[in-house]
Antibody, heavy 116, light 111 residues
């Protein structure tokens, strides 16, 4: 069965960077886009971008250009998102989600808290 | 960016009641390939979102058939025919015809 396992919660300082992971299993990792979505406390969902692990192609929401960097490791079937220059506005739960015309499987989310 | 406007933002229902949620898009969601990529998600409290309906009206595997979707172009509707307790949570529409965007959500709660 398809599973997306995300890394644990992070407490990070303002101005630093964080890299969170999403390990996929139960399907061919290189055949589906992996998307990342942000959800701030009590708020809705915001699309960050996607990576196609088959060739490493990426596309970003313009709002997250320079903030998020998406990578993927085919050997371990793991997608990564690095967030840089963190501020309080980056405190949120971040989801990875498999996508083939629609988001059919979601990870459990990784909570990132930015605080000094 | 395509803006999806969901109404109502909150919906109070009794068990067994039928309810509808509207999702209106700022642009047509008809793709050049003839498909319309408007989908519906449910996020239960403390959980990640789950897919209910894809491509306007197609029921995801395992989703009860009391859920149905309809619409075209810029206007779409999710209907629940007989709310059950497990249906409570926040419903989102999401489009994939253009760069993905989500509606603001509709919180379904018990009256």
């Amino acid at each position: 069965q398809v599973q997306l396992q995300q890394s644990g919660a992070e407490l990070v300082k303002p101005g630093s960077s964080v890299k969170i992971s999403c390990k996929a299993s139960g399907y061919t990792f290189t055949s589906y886009d992996m998307h990342w979505i942000k959800q701030q406390p009590g708020n809705g969902l915001e699309w960050i971008g996607w990576i196609y692990p088959g060739n490493g192609n990426t596309k970003y929401n313009q709002k997250f250009n320079g903030k998020a960097t998406l990578t993927a490791d085919k050997s371990s079937s793991t997608a990564y998102m690095q967030l840089s220059s963190l501020t309080s506005e980056d405190s949120a739960v971040y989801f990875c989600a498999r996508h083939y015309w629609y988001f059919d499987f979601w990870g459990p989310g990784t909570m990132v808290t930015v605080s000094s | 960016d395509v803006v999806l406007t969901q109404t109502p933002p909150t919906l109070s229902a009794t068990i067994g009641q039928s309810v509808s949620i509207s999702c209106r898009s700022s642009q047509s969601l008809l793709h050049s390939n003839g498909n319309t990529y408007l989908h519906w998600l449910l996020q239960r409290p403390g959980q990640s979102p789950q897919l209910l309906i894809y491509s306007v009206s197609r029921l995801e595997s395992g989703v009860p058939n009391r859920f149905s979707g309809s619409g075209s172009g810029t206007d779409f509707t999710l209907k629940i025919s007989g709310v059950e307790a497990e249906d409570l949570g926040v419903y989102y529409c999401v489009q994939g015809t253009h760069a993905p965007t989500f509606g603001g959500g509709t919180k379904l709660e018990l009256k």
